[in-house]
């Protein structure tokens, strides 16, 4: 599974694409809005960081706007995956922006059912809404696995983008039923990073190792010898 970051944010692009984790990022009008500056420029920015798909959403209402409103966002960056919300609008503009080669990525999906539809429209990305399903009270891991049933089972090559993403168990879950993608805050991702035993087991290994000052003494010269070496 492919890991996204969900945000508006250069900086926690800057952030979290130093970890070498991530392959690609999706925005939304509502993490736009909270950003100062101009929204063109941050999804460029934002491209040039994670060298993958980032999905840039419509606004408009209607079918046209949509696709005249998705052309000029992909125009943006060759990396821009245009967002579509689910709808019946929404649908039509995703096969027209499909059918002229431009990737799609149908977010708002909640059901199986929205799910097939996404991917008959030709959208190369479904996004399917964990945190959203859970605070209504229903059961987000059981939604996306009969979504991610479904799509397979009936032959659709979409991707599955887990979003909606709200702690870490929603990405294991995300990779355990097999989605393509979970796209996640930078909140999370650094949530990711922690185990108490990891830090304990680090401090002990740097522990031991201080214990014998002649083994730091000799890594360090071995390292100095391969960077001699490297820059003659
Ligand atoms: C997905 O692409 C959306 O931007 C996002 O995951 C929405 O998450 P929220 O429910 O936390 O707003």
């Known amino acids: 599974m492919r890991l996204f970051i969900d945000t508006g ?7 979290i694409a130093a970890w070498g984790v991530l392959s690609g990022a999706t925005t939304n009008p509502s993490l736009l809005a909270k950003e100062d500056g101009d929204p063109g420029e941050i999804v460029q920015r934002i491209c040039e960081l ?84 859970d605070d209504i009270s229903v059961d987000s891991t059981v939604v996306l696995e009969e979504i991610a049933d479904t799509l397979r089972a009936g032959g659709m090559t979409s991707e599955i983008i887990a979003a909606s993403v709200r702690h870490p168990e929603h990405v294991v879950a995300a990779a355990r039923i097999g989605c393509e993608i979970a796209t996640t805050p930078a909140k999370v991702l650094r949530q990711m990073l922690n185990h108490p035993l990891t830090e304990a087991g680090a401090e002990k290994f740097r522990q031991d190792w201080q214990s014998r ?17 490297a820059g003659s």
Not at 9 to 15: C, F, I, M
Not at 102 to 129: E, H, K, R
Not at 216 to 228: F, H, S, V
């Open 9 to 15: 944010s250069v900086a926690e692009v800057e952030e």
């Open 213 to 229: 000052p002649e083994f730091g003494a000799w890594l360090r010269e071995l390292t100095e010898k391969r960077l001699a070496a």
């Open 50 to 133: 994670v060298r993958g798909p980032v999905s840039a959403e419509v606004v408009s209402q209607e079918v046209q706007g949509m696709i005249d409103e998705g052309r000029a966002l992909r125009e943006l960056h060759e990396h821009v995956t245009v967002k579509v919300p689910f709808c019946e609008r929404g649908l039509a503009a995703t096969r027209a922006l499909t059918d002229d080669g431009i990737p799609v990525n149908m977010t708002l999906v909640f059901s199986p059912t929205q799910a097939l539809l996404a991917a008959a429209s030709g959208a190369t990305y479904v996004s399917c809404f964990m945190g959203r399903l």
